[in-house]
């Protein structure tokens, strides 16, 4: 029978070997590259290209037929509202002004006069007239006694009937014509009417006359200039091309596979190519409702927060940076640790747990080109392997590699991203 002692040397000695063996295998477990969870910053961002265009343009031209007097502007001048930009010659419409305002001038004295002398006489042809119907109404009225007694014949009787009917008649000529002479009056009428088409016809010809000098709408600067002094023009034509002055916007063509993530208020960069060191901060100011359908893009507009520098040009090309995503404190990794697609936002990566491999279900929050963050599945100090060809289950030795979140996420903002996306992108 063995005794205690044989017993517990037997037993160290099983130990002893356990721990050798333990030993030989893990230092036969293969070393693969592994990324310990640490908190960082994250900032995704959304790069492209946009083009410089002021809240509108007009272009100007005549709405008459004519020759060109005068050019007053040349192209990049800056004109206020009201300027003078061309002139016609305007000598025809001169002469249709003074002649509609002297027929004007004559209508109103006419209607002067029928107010003044016009209704003076009127009054004073009815006063003579009722005069004459008393005097005739008196003659009439002695006369019918003295043919009854035999000393006015019959004809003297009608003769003073036929007297006081013209008078009546004459009295009925004059009531009308005062009547007419009143403010209410048909003549009166007819006069304030000529009076108003006199004074439409002076109006027109002033207005063809002031659209021979063609102005500027509002405050604006000159982009394009396409006529000279002598030519020809014709409605419908444009002769200047205006930037009207207003918030400079940028306006760029974006995929629409970026669309969820702009947002109209969200920061933005603009950087010229020819003045690399001289950034502006911008903000979305509108994304379109529609898509092109042919470019499969979609337009978005972005204000810039301080007034533009003297450099900037109608149509200059723009590289733009919107800042489309922010973490301060987000346990970040790189999308080459996960393994296997995206579904509904969460994911599978391999994690080290007591020397072997074991896969975990993580719930991915922000994500760049090449990084994400992790909301739930792992905790701050995990190590996550980056072997594509370890299995769930393998025995493995983590070792640590340097990856810097804080680096990924300025390597998202960088030239090659801009570039990648800027050709996906078109303009």
Same mark, same amino acid.
């Given at each position: 029978?063995?005794?205690?002692?044989?017993?517990?040397?037997? *037993?160290?000695? #099983?130990?002893?070997? *356990?721990?050798?063996?333990?030993?030989?295998?893990?230092? /036969?477990?293969? $070393?693969?590259?592994?990324?310990?969870?640490?908190?960082?910053?994250?900032?995704?961002?959304?790069?492209?290209? *946009?083009?410089? !265009?002021?809240?509108?343009?007009?272009?100007?031209?005549?709405?008459?037929?004519? +020759?060109?007097?005068?050019?007053?502007?040349?192209?990049?001048?800056?004109? +206020?509202? *009201?300027?003078?930009?061309? /002139?016609?010659?305007?000598?025809?419409?001169?002469?249709?002004?003074?002649?509609?305002?002297?027929?004007?001038?004559?209508?109103? &004295? /006419?209607?002067?006069?029928?107010?003044?002398?016009?209704?003076?006489?009127?009054?004073? !042809?009815?006063? $003579?007239?009722?005069?004459?119907? /008393?005097?005739?109404?008196?003659?009439?009225?002695?006369?019918?006694?003295?043919?009854?007694?035999?000393?006015?014949? &019959?004809?003297?009787?009608?003769?003073?009937?036929?007297?006081?009917?013209?008078?009546?008649?004459?009295?009925?000529?004059?009531?009308?014509?005062?009547?007419?002479?009143?403010?209410?009056?048909?003549? #009166?009428? $007819?006069?304030?009417?000529?009076?108003? !088409?006199?004074?439409? &016809?002076?109006?027109?010809?002033?207005?063809?006359?002031?659209?021979?000098?063609?102005?500027?709408?509002?405050?604006?600067?000159?982009?394009?200039?396409?006529?000279?002094?002598?030519?020809?023009? $014709?409605?419908?034509?444009?002769?200047?091309?205006?930037?009207?002055?207003?918030?400079?916007?940028?306006?760029?063509?974006?995929?629409?596979?970026?669309?969820?993530?702009?947002?109209?208020?969200?920061?933005?960069?603009?950087?010229?190519?020819?003045?690399?060191?001289?950034? #502006?901060?911008?903000?979305?100011?509108?994304?379109?409702?529609?898509?092109?359908?042919?470019?499969?893009?979609? %337009?978005?507009?972005?204000?810039?927060?301080? @007034?533009?520098?003297?450099?900037?040009?109608?149509?200059?090309?723009?590289?733009?940076?919107?800042?489309?995503?922010?973490?301060?404190? &987000?346990?970040?990794?790189?999308?080459?640790?996960?393994?296997?697609?995206?579904?509904?936002?969460?994911?599978?990566?391999?994690?080290?747990?007591?020397?072997?491999?074991?896969?975990?279900?993580?719930?991915?929050?922000?994500?760049?080109?090449? @990084?994400?963050?992790?909301?739930?599945?792992? !905790? %701050?100090?995990?190590?996550?392997?980056?072997?594509?060809?370890?299995?769930?289950?393998?025995?493995?030795?983590?070792?640590?590699?340097?990856?810097?979140?804080?680096?990924?996420?300025?390597?998202?903002?960088?030239?090659?991203?801009?570039? @990648?996306?800027?050709?996906?992108?078109?303009?």
């Amino acid at each position: 029978m063995m005794s205690r002692r044989m017993r517990w040397g037997l *037993a160290g000695a #099983m130990l002893l070997a *356990a721990l050798l063996g333990g030993a030989f295998l893990a230092q /036969r477990a293969p $070393q693969v590259d592994a990324l310990v969870v640490r908190q960082a910053p994250l900032v995704r961002t959304l790069q492209f290209s *946009a083009r410089v !265009a002021t809240l509108s343009r007009v272009d100007i031209g005549s709405t008459l037929t004519g +020759r060109v007097a005068r050019v007053l502007v040349a192209e990049g001048a800056r004109v +206020r509202a *009201a300027d003078a930009l061309v /002139r016609l010659e305007d000598d025809e419409w001169r002469a249709a002004l003074a002649q509609a305002v002297a027929a004007e001038t004559q209508a109103q &004295a /006419r209607l002067a006069g029928l107010r003044g002398t016009g209704r003076t006489a009127a009054q004073a !042809a009815l006063a $003579q007239a009722d005069a004459a119907v /008393r005097a005739a109404q008196a003659h009439w009225a002695r006369t019918e006694p003295l043919v009854a007694q035999g000393f006015y014949s &019959a004809a003297q009787r009608d003769e003073a009937r036929r007297a006081l009917d013209v008078a009546l008649a004459q009295q009925a000529a004059a009531r009308a014509q005062w009547l007419a002479n009143a403010d209410t009056g048909v003549d #009166m009428a $007819q006069a304030q009417a000529q009076a108003q !088409a006199a004074r439409a &016809a002076t109006e027109a010809a002033r207005a063809r006359l002031e659209q021979a000098t063609l102005r500027a709408p509002a405050d604006a600067r000159v982009l394009a200039r396409t006529v000279e002094p002598g030519q020809i023009v $014709q409605p419908g034509k444009a002769l200047l091309t205006l930037a009207l002055a207003g918030p400079t916007q940028l306006v760029a063509q974006v995929d629409e596979r970026f669309l969820e993530q702009l947002a109209t208020g969200q920061k933005a960069v603009a950087v010229a190519d020819a003045y690399a060191g001289q950034r #502006m901060a911008a903000r979305v100011l509108s994304i379109a409702p529609g898509v092109d359908a042919q470019r499969g893009a979609i %337009e978005v507009k972005l204000a810039l927060e301080q @007034a533009p520098p003297a450099f900037l040009r109608e149509d200059m090309t723009l590289s733009v940076e919107v800042e489309t995503g922010r973490s301060e404190r &987000a346990a970040v990794l790189p999308l080459s640790a996960l393994r296997g697609p995206v579904r509904d936002g969460t994911a599978e990566l391999l994690v080290a747990r007591d020397g072997r491999a074991q896969t975990r279900s993580v719930r991915m929050g922000l994500r760049t080109l090449d @990084a994400f963050e992790v909301l739930d599945g792992l !905790a %701050e100090g995990d190590t996550v392997l980056r072997a594509p060809a370890v299995q769930p289950g393998d025995r493995v030795r983590p070792r640590a590699v340097a990856w810097d979140a804080a680096s990924a996420a300025r390597a998202a903002q960088g030239a090659d991203v801009g570039a @990648a996306l800027t050709g996906a992108m078109g303009r």
